[in-house]
């Protein structure tokens, strides 16, 4: 397990990211598949939660950051695999493939994504669903990334941490932040930096059916209100296609 003076980020994230609305949202999702896999599962909360609420199929977290990892392990009766999708190729496994808390945000280029599509295509069986948000450019989330709205947790010796963030540039739907911990741990306050994309609802359908997907879903906000120009998230559940609009699989 990460200790706070290596990983603040993995060692804070389920504090400063408490279970709400959005988790709700997938685990609906994930308690109506048989086979799931959570890309960028993160911590494991999601997956550990639809175990404990009966989940009784197969389900597979992944996530490429050892800290994080090491933190969902704690769950011991659901799939933990290192790595990136790309990488591990599961090939036609799943009835569902959610990416969420953000996850989609890391792809920093079309390509990136496309890769990340296909191999989510790959990952699902026929007539499987693939469920992730990404945080819509309309809505500007950035401009509340600022120190008065940093967020006040207590860590895991029972210590006080203040976490802030800071947006460093705005460039091409590209958002450079950085994200400060200060805490008694820490004689000094501990940066992390981080970027990451906001990409359009028509770039999300474009890219989803360059890759041979059909979006059967789309809402702005996790009680599954519409999508607008202003809504705060882009959430979308696709499904295969007939076939790739470019003939990649
Ligand atoms: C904001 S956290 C979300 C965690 C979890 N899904 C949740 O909802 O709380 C983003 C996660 O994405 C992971 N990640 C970063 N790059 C990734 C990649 N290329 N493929 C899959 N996961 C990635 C990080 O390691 C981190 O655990």
Do not use: K
Request: charged letters at 25%.
């Amino acid at each position: 397990m990460p200790d706070d003076a290596s990983d603040p980020y993995a060692t804070h994230y389920d504090a400063i990211n408490e279970w709400g609305p959005s988790d709700d949202f997938y685990l609906d999702l994930v308690l109506s598949a048989d086979a799931v896999l959570d890309v960028g599962c993160g911590t494991g909360a999601l997956l550990a939660a639809a175990r404990a609420a009966g989940h009784p199929g197969r389900l597979v977290g992944l996530d490429p950051d050892p800290a994080m990892l090491a933190l969902a392990r704690r769950y011991a009766d659901v799939e933990w695999v290192a790595g990136h999708l790309g990488a591990v190729a599961f090939d036609g496994e799943f009835d569902l493939v959610v990416m969420a808390g953000h996850v989609f945000q890391v792809f920093l280029t079309d390509d990136e994504v496309r890769g990340q599509f296909t191999a989510v295509r790959r990952a699902l069986r026929p007539g499987g669903r693939y469920a992730f948000e990404t945080r819509n450019p309309g809505a500007r989330a950035w401009e509340r990334w600022t120190p008065e709205h940093g967020t006040d947790v207590v860590g895991e010796h029972g210590e006080p941490v203040r976490v802030e963030h800071r947006v460093e540039s705005v460039v091409d739907g590209l958002v450079r932040l950085s994200e400060t911990y200060r805490g008694p741990d820490w004689p000094e306050p501990r940066v992390e930096w981080a970027t990451l994309r906001f990409t359009t609802a028509e770039q999300v359908d474009a890219l989803l059916a360059e890759t041979g997907f059909e979006v059967l879903e789309r809402h702005g906000s996790w009680d599954r209100g519409p999508f607008t120009a202003t809504s705060r998230e882009i959430i979308t559940i696709a499904r295969p296609g007939p076939r790739p609009a470019t003939g990649r699989r």
